[in-house]
């Protein structure tokens, strides 16, 4: 036990062995002793020129009159609570919204609307000549395109549709 | 597990309740704390007195502590703290014209700061352990004494300690604990002639 007192105190054992050890340090007295003293001899190893007497009964005293202290349960399990509560309500949130709008679109009318918007297109292609050429101009900076900077350096190649 | 989550692990058992942990932590901490405050407070006396009100406010304050930091470094600022506001109150000025922050005074090495006056049975006792842990350290055979040098004075880890001394950690691990041990029985039959005074 002595032994694994003296791992424990410098940061050499796995955490199940060190959980132990602690509990049984407390109850023990004689223990408790032992982790003081290996202390107290790294400290004099450290520093001997600043040794003073043993403080902890004294301060065990003081603490008599101190309440027992029960903090709330450590923020960061609530937090991890928390960001695995806000992560599942987000997942089924999705799944809600997927579920609804496959419900809501049926499949005969999927058909109608595609129909609907082949109708509408040749109205959305009338853009006039102006503004396609500013697009092209500065379409290097649009944030939709992935080769900012890039574009600059495409040569684009048009045809007249209506030569006859 | 780490020397810093086994400050971890006792802080969570205080801040559940558990007083006798904190007991533990004030064992480890106290004369390195009270030679930081001894920094700021000269009178050996008042120093012990701020040194143990640094304890019970850091106890009083742990339910806030979340870990982010490491808990000694938590621990000197609240020390720092209460020096610092221990002056304050008694209008006195800190011994320093400059603000010493707490890495800066935890590895201050002007001795000549320091305020080592205390009362002649004290002086006594604390040269008596001194020389008895420095006279059982040279009277250790040389890989016993290596090894808690290496330790205790360089801050090696077990696993750079085996690479030094070309040893298995199994053996670094003996030879820490039997030094230590070997130091700790000449030092027994001083400490327990003054029990009202445990070191």
């Known amino acids: 036990m002595k032994q694994e007192i003296s791992s424990l105190m410098d940061g050499e054992l796995f955490e199940d062995e060190a959980e132990g050890l602690l509990d049984r340090i407390k ?58 509560a806000l992560s599942a309500a987000a997942s089924l949130l999705a799944v809600g919204m997927v579920v609804w709008m496959s419900l809501q679109i049926s499949p005969e009318a999927a058909p109608q609307i595609a129909m609907q918007q082949t109708a509408n297109r040749p109205v959305n292609l009338q853009i006039q000549s102006n503004s396609n050429e500013y697009l092209m101009a500065h379409q290097e900076f649009s944030p939709s395109t992935e080769m900012n900077g890039g574009a600059s350096y495409i040569h684009t190649v048009s045809y007249g549709t209506d030569e006859k | 597990m780490t020397d810093r989550e086994v400050d971890q692990q006792l802080v969570e058992r205080v801040q559940r309740g558990d007083k006798l942990a904190f007991d533990l932590l004030v064992s480890k901490y106290q ?25 019970i406010k850091a106890y009083r304050a742990l339910p806030g502590f979340r870990g982010e930091s490491a808990f000694y470094t938590w621990l000197y600022r609240i020390g720092i703290n209460t020096a610092k506001n221990h002056l304050l109150a008694s209008k006195r000025r800190a011994p320093t014209s400059t603000p010493l922050d707490t890495e800066e005074a935890e590895t201050y090495e002007d001795i000549g700061l320091l305020h080592e006056v205390s009362t002649p049975e004290n002086e006594l006792m604390s040269k008596q352990v001194v020389d008895v842990v420095q006279a059982s350290l040279q009277q250790l055979p040389e890989d016993l004494r290596s090894a808690l040098t290496l330790r205790e004075i360089e801050g090696l880890s077990y696993e750079e300690i085996a690479v030094v001394m070309n040893c298995p950690i199994g053996t670094v691990r003996s030879r820490i604990f039997r030094a230590r041990e070997a130091v700790a029985e000449n030092l027994r039959p001083l400490l327990e002639t003054g029990k009202d005074k445990r070191w």
């Open chain 2, 31 to 55: 004369r390195r704390l009270g030679r930081l405050i001894s920094r700021f407070v000269r009178d050996p006396a008042e120093a012990e007195d701020v040194t143990q009100d640094a304890f």
């Open chain 1, 27 to 84: 109850h023990d007295s004689s223990s408790l002793m032992d982790w003081e003293m290996y202390h107290l001899i790294g400290d004099v190893l450290r520093q001997p020129e600043h040794i003073h007497c043993d403080l902890s009964a004294r301060v065990r005293k003081r603490m008599q009159d101190e309440p027992v202290i029960l903090a709330p349960r450590g923020r960061a399990v609530k937090q991890k609570v928390r960001a695995f």
